[in-house]
């Protein structure tokens, strides 16, 4: 190659290493082939310094955008086209859903719902199941209502479940997620192997259609969830991993628990929230992102850590016009710490 060409290439072919991750193997192998022009390649890398740091800023922030896109928590309801119009002014690409009313998931509703989410231009990543006769009043009450784990509801439930399933297929949607109620600590508890046999079942029936089951963390400790994950034993079987559970219910250190879980995460909330003065007795305090003792900083690190990428949801458990400034708070907060 001429020297006059190989000068005036230079910027773009730099620019071009750079963007297909093959920067210090290709300088190498084109100073090998233009030795006699490799002076000249020092001195236009260095006049190229400035816009290659400035390109490179950038393209590194777009690729950790791409591997963690922002993400929220919504209910299906009548204000849904507000969170809607929320999401698309904070530029946010995706959004874990609870599952609507059984009378709202009929076939023409689904697919008015599905057109919904794509006009927005919003992918929903995760159908997260609730179910008749739920309450999360108290810890205690939680305990008696919540999941697949009360004995006396678990069959219907375990079929509204599938049924959740199957809607989430019919929008798009390939993770169903749920709060399975309290796990028991021992596997000599009578209720223990057969919630193993339930969700081996709605793990077998969400494989039919390439989907996976997310249990969210909370209620019990991760070496209970860990323990009871590996029990199951199927691959479809993961942990959405929301942090400020594990201070609410006074289940265990989040990010101790995050770094035990590790690879099975494969969904998370961001959600912050205070310690009760009796944890585990009595509910902790969530608060805005960024305002209790999760350790948010830290919380993505970890996620880093892990080598988790995926959607990083923000749910704030309250409603109203505070609810949407907390959400775009918490936007500003995740967007500075995954640049970091």
């Known amino acids: 190659m001429p020297a006059q060409n190989f000068q005036s290439l230079m910027p773009c ?44 800023a950038n393209f590194n922030e777009e690729k950790m955008s791409d591997a963690y896109p922002l993400g929220i928590f919504m209910i299906c309801d009548h204000d849904l086209p507000l969170r809607l119009q929320t999401a698309q002014r904070l530029g946010i690409p995706t959004a874990q859903i609870l599952a609507p009313p059984s009378a709202e998931r009929t076939r023409e509703k ?59 297929h019919e929008l798009g949607v390939d993770a169903v997620g749920m709060h399975i109620g ?23 029936d969400c494989a039919r259609r390439g989907q996976r089951l997310h249990l ?35 289940s265990g250190e989040p990010i101790a ?13 961001c959600k912050d929230a205070r310690w009760a003065s009796r944890p585990g007795v009595e509910w902790g305090e969530e608060t805005p992102l960024g305002e209790g003792q999760v350790d948010i900083a830290k919380f993505i690190a970890t996620l880093k850590e892990i080598g988790y990428r995926g959607p990083l949801t923000i749910e704030r458990e309250i409603a109203g016009e505070q609810q949407a400034k907390d959400i775009e708070k918490g936007v500003r907060l995740l967007r500075e710490l995954i640049s970091r």
């Open 13 to 56: 072919f730099i620019l071009e290493l750079l963007r297909i991750d093959y920067f210090p193997e290709a300088v190498r192998l084109i100073c090998l082939t233009h030795r006699r022009q490799f002076p000249i390649f020092c001195r236009n890398l260095r006049k190229e310094t400035a816009k290659v740091n400035l390109f490179t």
């Open 182 to 204: 309290f796990i028991p600590e021992e596997r000599s508890d009578p209720e223990y192997l057969p919630l193993v046999e339930a969700v081996r079942d709605l793990c077998d």
């Open 257 to 269: 628990a995050l770094r035990l879980l590790g690879g099975r995460v494969r969904s998370v909330h």
């Open 216 to 250: 969210e963390t909370g209620q019990e400790t991760a070496e209970v969830l860990l323990r009871f994950v590996d029990d199951v034993k199927r691959p479809n079987l993961a942990v959405n991993f929301d942090p400020a559970n594990m201070i609410l219910y006074g």
């Open 110 to 168: 689904t697919a008015e719902l599905r057109q919904s989410f794509k006009a927005a231009g919003i992918a929903v990543t995760v159908v997260f199941c609730g179910f008749e006769g739920e309450s999360y009043a108290d810890i205690p009450t939680v305990k008696r209502t919540v999941g697949l784990a009360p004995a006396a509801t678990r069959a219907e439930r375990l079929a509204e479940a599938k049924r959740i399933a199957e809607f989430a």
